[in-house]
């Protein structure tokens, strides 16, 4: 647009947006749902321990992460749904991270996770994020779950050998 | 690393790598997902879903408060500062009708000094 540009006086801006998304307000509000997704760094925890969380979240309409949270809710919930631990988390760039440090005293049994933005509260209960773990007796470990192998004839011997590198060629890790 | 679909066309992608020692924790299925949890995107609303979008979205710590007036010739709507520690982060919301007021957007982690003034500059300040 040249910068000495004048309107013509009879000009009308043409507001009628018609379109479907515009029309259905149930599509506008989807687009701006989000959902948190979270991961503990150990499937099971003994009390006293931190437990670690990483976790993103996942927008409908990735392009609106802009305008939505930045606060997350984490709750811990016994079985019979009473909070025993809570806190807030930071969103950094759809990312989250920190830990839960889990009370000495902490009885043993299947807990809950529970995570959700103020927003989200809008929405149905499936925007939340739930997920079970177990909190074990102090000194207990769980027998490990056998990985699968294969056995080779011949007295093949297969070794991992591996080498990470970013883009630049540079090694990363040994 | 490049992220390829299955026609080969680049697309958008993030890698995770997660490691812990198996000796110091036993690997077990923690039913958490990420591949399931992405099935979340298909979910839509149902078309009889109606909200009054009561929960405002937060972008940072939120505070809510209520301006309690003094006496009868103060006003219920007024301006509001928040300050943060060594004036590290302010901002101003006003009161609604009622007295009300919602603010969010600050950032701390730990602990931190928040100081809540209430009142104009004509009139010096009223609250705090």
Redesign the interface.
């Known amino acids: 647009m040249p910068l000495d540009f004048v309107p013509q006086s009879d000009f009308v801006a043409n507001g009628d947006q018609s379109s479907e998304i515009v029309a259905n307000s149930?599509?506008q509000?989807?687009r701006l749902?989000e959902?948190v997704?979270?991961?503990?760094?150990?499937?099971?925890i003994y009390p006293g321990e931190t437990a670690w969380i990483?976790g993103r979240l996942?927008y409908?309409d990735p392009f609106l992460a802009d305008?939505?949270?930045?606060?997350v809710y984490v709750d811990i919930l016994r079985e019979n749904s009473e909070i025993v631990q809570s806190a807030?988390f930071?969103i950094q760039q759809g990312k989250i991270s920190g830990g839960l440090v889990l009370p000495k005293e902490m009885k043993p049994g299947d807990y809950v996770l529970r995570a959700y933005?103020?927003?989200?509260?809008?929405?149905?209960e499936?925007?939340q994020f739930i997920?079970?773990?177990i909190v074990m007796e102090e000194g207990f470990?769980?027998?490990?779950?056998k990985p699968e192998s294969e056995i080779f004839p011949n007295g093949i011997e297969v070794k991992a050998d591996y080498t990470l590198s970013d883009?630049l060629n540079y090694s990363v890790m040994d | 690393m490049n992220l390829f679909d299955e026609f080969e066309n680049p697309i958008d992608g993030e890698f995770v790598l997660s490691i812990s020692d198996p000796e110091q924790v036993v690997e077990m299925n923690q039913g958490i997902w990420l591949e399931q949890a992405m099935d979340w995107v298909d979910e839509v609303l149902s078309e009889t879903f109606q909200s009054n979008l009561s929960y405002s979205v937060e972008y940072g710590i939120s505070l809510r408060g209520k301006f309690i007036p003094d006496n009868k010739r103060q006003e219920l709507i007024q301006p509001i500062t928040i300050v943060r520690g060594d004036l590290e982060d302010y901002g101003q919301v006003m009161t609604d009708s009622s007295g009300y007021c919602w603010a969010t957007g600050l950032n701390y982690q730990d602990t931190a000094q928040i100081v809540v003034a209430a009142g104009m500059r004509s009139f010096g300040l009223l609250g705090q």
């Open positions: 149930v599509s509000l989807n749902r959902k997704l979270l991961t503990l760094s150990k499937p099971y990483g996942l409908q305008l939505l949270s930045r606060v807030t930071q933005t103020q927003w989200n509260r809008n929405f149905p499936f925007d997920a079970p773990f470990i769980p027998e490990a779950e883009s």
